[in-house]
């Protein structure tokens, strides 16, 4: 099952970023050299999360289910 949450903060020139997970509100990081996808700030998404050392990541981001139907 994926979780959901919001894009906080991106750096493209860093090539991360930051979400929230929602329900948790626990702050995750990603690399965005591992994404197809654009994304914004504020953004609704649906993510993996796996552990690494030191911490916890986010995979796989996609753009919510809700948000894709409401591009359409």
């Given amino acids: 099952m994926m ?11 860093k090539g991360y970023g930051f979400l929230k ?5 626990r702050i995750l990081r ?3 050299a591992d994404q197809n ?7 609704q998404i649906e993510f993996n999360v796996i552990d690494l050392d030191p911490g916890k990541i ?6 919510s289910t809700r948000e894709k139907s409401e591009m359409l």
């Fill in 3 to 13: 979780s959901k949450g919001t894009i906080i903060e991106l750096s493209y020139k």
């Fill in 21 to 25: 997970e929602l329900g948790t509100n």
């Fill in 30 to 32: 990603f690399d965005l």
């Fill in 37 to 43: 996808e654009g994304f914004m700030t504020d953004q």
């Fill in 58 to 63: 986010a995979i796989n981001l996609r753009a």
